[in-house]
């Protein structure tokens, strides 16, 4: 005959594991932004001297008293004055030494905007937009965590419709394939990019032409409403 299950109560598994419940948690936002032809990451100087000089992702430790989605919006706006952005996590990072203040999980969340249509509202620490080709180095492990969000990102654009917010409400096909190849970082050729495209039956026909162009005109199209990422915090 098994033996019938000992229960403890919450305050003794805490006192029993206090160094357990002594570890911080914390969120960063990777924030990709696209302007002319280039993919970018917004990122704000550090202000902790272990980093001087150095930038970050917008981060912050979670409150006691909030979820991390919550946590993410808050951190958004209280550093960008941005609050609607649509935030999706992507993963976690614990390295033991990754923080120098203590044992700190953080959990990553990304974002695409279109720069144009949203105009920062603060600049404190010198926040403003990065080109990706340019960092080579950031504070803590945000290199890392940048990194592997666009390493993320890659793998979704030919399979998920997560690109449309980089760009206006009306594009053309060749404004498409151009930011496809600026987070792919490679050339698509143009036949095959658009057929695959096609398939997809993500876009709608606006019976539009572009205006005001030295070259030839493209026909302008939109993301479908069931396909457009809107932010899910209020």
């Known amino acids: 005959m098994s033996k019938a299950l000992q229960l403890k109560t919450a305050e003794i598994e805490k006192i029993s594991h206090l160094d357990y419940f002594n570890i911080a948690v914390s969120v960063d936002c990777v924030i990709f932004g696209y302007d002319d032809k280039e993919l970018k990451v917004l990122l704000i100087k550090s202000d902790l001297e272990e980093f001087e000089g150095l930038y970050s992702l917008l981060g912050d430790l979670v409150r006691p008293d909030e979820d991390l989605d919550t946590a993410s919006y808050r951190i958004l706006k209280e550093r960008t004055g941005l609050d609607d952005v649509?935030?999706?996590?992507?993963?976690?990072?614990?390295?033991?030494?990754?923080?120098?203040?203590?044992?700190?999980?953080?959990?990553?969340?990304?974002?695409?905007?279109?720069?144009?249509?949203?105009?920062?509202?603060?600049?404190?620490?010198?926040?403003?937009?990065?080109?990706?080709?340019?960092?080579?180095?950031?504070?803590?492990?945000?290199?890392?965590?940048?990194?592997?969000?666009?390493?993320?990102?890659?793998?979704?654009?030919?399979?998920?419709?997560?690109?449309f917010n980089l760009l206006p409400e009306k594009f053309s096909l060749r404004e498409l394939q151009e930011l496809y190849e600026s987070i792919l970082g490679i050339e698509l050729d143009r036949r095959n990019f658009r057929k695959k495209i096609s398939v997809k039956d993500w876009l709608q026909d606006l019976n539009e032409m572009e205006t005001n162009l030295s070259h030839r005109p493209g026909k302008l199209y939109s993301v479908k409403k069931q396909y457009q990422r809107k932010m899910q915090h209020s």
């Open 86 to 163: 649509y935030l999706e996590q992507v993963h976690a990072f614990g390295e033991i030494s990754r923080h120098p203040s203590g044992r700190v999980i953080t959990i990553a969340y990304y974002s695409l905007l279109d720069i144009k249509n949203h105009k920062l509202k603060l600049s404190n620490n010198e926040l403003h937009w990065h080109s990706l080709s340019e960092i080579k180095k950031l504070a803590f492990d945000h290199k890392k965590i940048l990194d592997t969000s666009l390493r993320s990102l890659q793998e979704q654009v030919m399979e998920q419709p997560v690109v």
